[in-house]
């Protein structure tokens, strides 16, 4: 399979990133938490989700930087290279919920011999923001 | 809860516990697994030929996953000694704030991770808030820094984790 890259030359300030959904079930929520060795009873365990409140079992913060990696990279293509993310988590992924992921470009630079851009990007679920936050990629340039 | 209470928080700020090691090595079959479970199709963490051509020259582990490979064992339990964050934590669970949530989360990552390296870390709490009103109630938001290092002594990457400790119900 073909993979194509993102160069740094062909991303302006201000682009959208394609807009991404995906469909959560009890199974994304399980295998992410397993995934990540995570055995937190909310990630996997309903009733005992109820009983602190919760509607259900919700999505772990390692898989939503699963997710976020994924939703990265899927754009630039396997050469672009994370250097950072950071979110924050405003509102619990239930399954059931359809997560629509959105990001856009807001700054493109040089530092040291490294090509890089920041994005901002967005998970929403439909009872609000699931997490919003920041990322640095290095990309590779056409001249190299 | 005082202002005393947070100033003995506060002190409590930058206790370093002692080295820990990852119970595994860096390996193929939990970087697919996580492929798996994340829809990951990144042909770095899992085509093997591709990789190799690639300027790594190697299977890589995806870098948001670096947390995963320090998790505590489910069984049998990790020997050692207390660390502070739990006393941390402790404390302000006996002053009322048991309930725990993530809020933030930051990661950087400063080297790739080949199959075979083998993590040790280290992480203390860097930060604690006054107490702050929230919708789940009272709390005090904690952050904790990690530090992960390959076997060369290099450091591989860093996480924060933030999380708020809260007194359930009004």
Redesign the interface.
């Known amino acids: 399979?073909a993979?194509k890259s993102l160069y740094w030359e062909d991303v302006e300030e201000g682009q959208e990133l394609p807009t991404v959904t995906?469909d959560i079930t009890c199974t994304?929520v399980i295998?992410?938490a397993?995934?990540?060795?995570?055995?937190t009873p909310v990630h996997h365990d309903r009733d005992f989700a109820q009983k602190v409140g919760l509607k259900d079992i919700f999505l772990n913060?390692?898989?939503?930087?699963?997710?976020?990696?994924?939703y990265l990279?899927?754009w630039t293509g396997?050469e672009g290279e994370?250097?950072?993310?950071?979110?924050?988590?405003q509102t619990p992924c239930f399954p059931g919920d359809t997560m629509t992921m959105t990001g856009k470009v807001v700054k493109k630079y040089t530092e040291e011999d490294q090509h890089l851009v920041d994005v901002e990007y967005e998970f929403a679920v439909p009872q609000g923001r699931n997490c919003g936050g920041t990322g640095t990629i290095a990309l590779p340039t056409r001249g190299h | 809860m005082g202002l005393e209470f947070y100033e003995e928080l506060k002190a409590m700020v930058g206790e370093e516990g002692s080295r820990l090691v990852a119970v595994d090595e860096v390996y193929k079959p939990m970087i697919r697994h996580w492929c798996e479970a994340m829809q990951d199709g990144n042909p770095l963490y899992t085509d093997e030929e591709y990789a190799r051509k690639s300027k790594y020259g190697d299977i890589i582990a995806p870098p948001t996953m670096l947390l995963t490979w320090t998790m505590p064992p489910l069984w049998p339990p990790r020997e050692q000694p207390p660390h502070p964050f739990e006393q941390f934590l402790e404390k302000l669970d006996k002053a009322g704030f048991y309930g725990i949530l993530i809020t933030n989360v930051a990661q950087k990552y400063h080297r790739p991770l080949f199959p075979g390296d083998h993590i040790t870390f280290t992480y203390k709490v860097t930060d604690v808030s006054p107490e702050k009103k929230t919708s789940l109630g009272n709390g005090h938001f904690v952050t904790t820094t990690f530090i992960f290092t390959n076997q060369k002594g290099e450091t591989v990457g860093t996480q924060s984790l933030t999380v708020l400790k809260y007194r359930l119900g009004p």
């Open positions: 399979m993979w995906r994304t295998a992410g397993i995934a990540s060795r995570d055995f913060n390692a898989t939503i930087c699963g997710f976020v990696g994924k990279t899927d396997p994370l250097k950072e993310i950071s979110f924050r988590i």
